[in-house]
């Protein structure tokens, strides 16, 4: 039985953990989830090279592979090493136009170099300043999802992903966006199954949609 399974790789968004998935759940005789997760880049090394590193914790054939934001970036640069069954992206763009134009004039102007990503390393120190119930649960949400926290890392990849320089999308890539993405508006978005309300986070608290539908879109 284990032979007809569907081998399904999850990636998380840039930072992100596997537990953004920990609702997702899917019919057990059909479906495998396998869960992927950020490994630390070399040094200036390429989103490509980043991308053939990864498909080494692919352990299956044809598998389908589906990313979540700058995962769903990465994913899409895997599938370009391995054949895959289906390739989704949640939350996401599918080439560089879709892109928010103040990402691409960060690219232009190289500001993004200013981000105080060194930041991120500091949340324990700001949960211990943090006033108001909205900010202290926002700091929370930072604390449970996110777990690479390394200046390095972070820097590479803001830089990947504002620089991502792929003009046309995947054939059969399949992309599913929310209308209120705040992080990737929907107006820059194309050819997409659109979820009401869906926000830049939708895989978490929208996850009883995609438990509804994604085996289908997986099988169609």
């Known amino acids: 039985m284990t032979q007809d ?21 899917l019919s057990e005789e059909k479906f495998k ?10 040094a200036d090394e390429s989103l490509p090279n980043y991308a053939l590193r990864m498909t080494q914790n692919i352990k299956h054939e044809n598998v389908v592979l589906l990313g979540v934001s700058f995962g769903g970036v990465l994913v899409q640069e895997m599938s370009k090493h391995i054949t895959v069954r289906k390739l989704i992206v949640v939350s996401s763009v599918k080439s560089k136009d879709e892109i928010p134009k103040h990402m691409q004039l960060a690219k232009s102007t190289g500001v993004y170099k200013l981000l105080p990503t060194h930041l991120a390393s500091k949340i ?34 803001v830089k990947n992903m504002i620089g991502w320089s792929q003009k046309e999308p995947p054939e059969g890539v399949i992309h599913i966006h929310g209308d209120n993405d705040s992080v990737f508006p929907i107006k820059n978005i194309s050819s997409c199954k659109i979820i009401e309300k869906g926000t830049h986070i939708m895989i978490i608290n929208k996850y009883k949609w995609f438990n509804e539908h994604l085996a289908e879109i997986i099988l169609e």
């Open 33 to 42: 989830l396998h869960y992927l997760e950020w490994i630390q880049p070399l």
């Open 124 to 157: 324990d120190l700001l949960e211990k300043y943090a006033f108001g119930k909205h900010f202290t649960k926002r700091l929370e949400l930072y604390k449970k999802y996110l777990s690479v926290n390394n200046e390095k890392y972070l820097n590479w990849a």
């Open 5 to 25: 399974l569907i081998h399904i790789y999850l990636m998380p968004g840039m930072a992100a953990s596997p537990l953004i998935f920990e609702h997702i759940k």
